[in-house]
């Protein structure tokens, strides 16, 4: 079989699905086969190893599962976000029930993963948002809840990188990153307010405030002469903040950021721009009382 594999992909994948979760020993034949296989170049493979992973026959063994999809993103990003969903977020007790409890699949530091994660990120933005936010997004809440309104740095993703940035110390951080981009992607060609925005507007939580922040910055060009400034009154109270138009569709923040005016008809809950013309949540308005 694992001589076949790459010549025989699909064969060797009926030759194996009979035994799938049934074979005490089958998920050390899935992982020896997969171990030399090209899995972008047959979808029922990538099929058994997506279910592999599901059940948790990869659990201890990353390293195999993602020397074995180093180039997967490559050929198929749709399908590296369907990997990384069904690891991060489809295996038994992804997210433990107890608070307390640490998320170890966030400080894996796999180079292979973290590569995988970033190019699925700028390959499949879209599918990323759809499949992977909701992930992020439950953590994100779970650890709002375990910091009961306390502002500190984050602990489930406390190395939160700028997106030049290309080295990530562990996968939490690559998959903030990797949402980060998607999300801009997203916000960039919407028409109305993205879902995925009102539920972070709405996490105390430093990282989802990051997040939610930074899915809504846009590279910055001059301002258009012709537009008149718009006002925001700030939410302490004191003195307004001026924004810029811009040509198009786009609204200048007074430090340099923007971002799209397409959204006249909804806006972000209770959305407002502070003093230094950053934007301010309410969980935001929530942490600071």
Same mark, same amino acid.
């Given at each position: @079989? ?8 699909? /064969? ?11 074979? !005490? ?5 899935? =992982? ?16 058994? @190893?997506?279910?592999?992973? &599901?059940?948790?026959? #990869? ?27 069904? #690891? ?14 640490? $998320? ?8 292979? !993963?973290?590569?995988?994660? $970033? ?6 933005? =879209? ?9 992020? $997004? +439950? ?13 500190? !740095?984050?602990? #489930? ?5 700028? /997106? ?11 998959? @903030? ?49 012709? @537009? ?17 138009? +811009?040509?198009?569709?786009?609204? +200048? ?6 971002? =799209?005016? &397409? ?11 502070? /003093? ?9 308005? &929530?942490?600071?009382?």
């Amino acid at each position: @079989m694992v001589s076949s594999v790459r010549e025989k992909p699909d /064969r060797i994948a009926q030759l194996l699905a009979p035994h799938a979760g049934v074979a !005490a020993d089958y998920p050390g034949w899935l =992982r020896w086969v997969l171990r030399p296989a090209n899995a972008h170049d047959s979808r029922p493979l990538f099929d058994l @190893m997506l279910d592999g992973v &599901r059940r948790g026959e #990869y659990d201890g063994h990353e390293h195999e599962l993602f020397l074995a999809t180093y180039n997967l993103a490559d050929h198929n990003s749709g399908w590296a976000v369907e990997l990384i969903e069904a #690891y991060w977020a489809g295996r038994p007790g992804a997210i433990p029930d107890d608070p307390a409890e640490s $998320i170890p699949a966030l400080d894996l530091r796999e180079h292979t !993963a973290i590569k995988l994660i $970033i190019k699925a990120g700028d390959g499949a933005p =879209r599918e990323f948002v759809d499949r992977v936010l909701p992930y992020l $997004i +439950r953590v994100l809440e779970r650890e709002a809840l375990e910091l009961e309104g306390h502002t500190r !740095a984050s602990s #489930y993703f406390p190395y939160l990188r700028t /997106r030049d940035d290309t080295h990530h110390f562990d996968a939490g951080s690559a998959l @903030m990153s990797a949402a980060r981009h998607a999300l801009r992607v997203v916000v960039a060609e919407a028409d109305e307010v993205p879902d995925a925005l009102t539920q972070l507007a709405a996490i105390n939580d430093h990282a989802a405030q990051w997040l939610l922040y930074e899915s809504l910055v846009v590279s910055t060009t001059p301002p258009c002469p012709s @537009m008149p400034p718009v006002s925001s009154s700030d939410p302490g109270g004191s003195s307004p903040v001026t924004t810029h138009g +811009r040509c198009g569709s786009w609204l +200048r923040l007074s430090q340099g950021r923007s971002l =799209r005016r &397409r959204w006249r008809g909804s806006k972000l809950p209770s959305l407002s721009f502070g /003093r230094s013309g950053r934007i301010v949540t309410p969980a935001q308005l &929530r942490m600071r009382s």
